[in-house]
């Protein structure tokens, strides 16, 4: 069964920093090409950002470029999201998801605030 | 960025009851490759968004034949020939054909 398991969601301040994991399993992980979606509260969904199956392309929406940093550790079957200068529009419930959106965690809550 | 249409924004059905939704898309999502990357999901109340058609028309594993998709180019159509009532949430279309990726805005289904 493919599972995909957000941690590390939490409160924090504007300007601060938080990190992202999703554990994978179920599938080989190094195969997909992996990505972040997030869903403010009562809003749409969101694309974040998108990994390479590799490690080696990374592409993300313009609004978070140059603060968020996705990486993943095909060893570890593990993705990350690296979200520093937080703002208060980045809260949402941030997903991890395969590329093509056939598998998507559980979500994982970040409030951005003082 | 591509912008996706989706009407109406609610919908409202009996048990039984075929609906369809509309995704309109404000450019072509045929890709040079030849295939359309156009997928829909589903997010039922308090969980996380499911496949249920890709590529326009091919249903995802395990998703029952009450749904299926058309359209090409820019119109796209999710129909539901007999609604249950575990069909209710709130229905997505997205496109992956052009950088960045984008979602329309919802359809919610509620059940009379």
């Known amino acids: 069964e493919v599972q995909l398991v957000e941690s590390g969601g939490g409160l924090v301040q504007p300007g601060r920093s938080l990190s992202l994991s999703c554990a994978a399993s179920g599938f080989t992980f190094s195969d997909y090409n992996m990505a972040w979606v997030r869903q403010a509260p009562k809003k749409g969904l969101e694309w974040v950002a998108t990994i390479s199956y590799d490690g080696t392309n990374t592409y993300y929406r313009d609004s978070v470029k140059g603060r968020f940093t996705i990486s993943r550790d095909n060893a570890k079957s593990t993705l990350y999201l690296q979200m520093d200068s937080l703002r208060s529009e980045d809260t949402a419930t941030y997903y991890c998801a395969r590329h093509v959106m056939d598998a998507w965690g559980q979500g994982a809550s970040v409030t951005v605030s003082s | 960025d591509v912008v996706l249409t989706q009407t109406p924004p609610t919908l409202s059905a009996t048990i039984g009851q075929s609906v369809s939704i509309s995704c309109r898309s404000s450019q072509s999502l045929l890709d040079s490759d030849g295939d359309t990357y156009l997928n829909w999901l589903l997010q039922r109340p308090g969980q996380s968004p499911q496949l249920l058609i890709y590529s326009v028309s091919n249903l995802e594993s395990g998703v029952p034949n009450r749904f299926s998709g058309s359209g090409s180019e820019t119109d796209f159509t999710l129909k539901i020939s007999g609604v249950e009532a575990e069909d209710l949430g709130v229905y997505y279309c997205?496109?992956?054909?052009?950088?960045?990726?984008?979602f329309g805005s919802g359809t919610k289904l509620e059940i009379k």
């Open positions: 997205m496109q992956a054909t052009h950088a960045p990726l984008t």
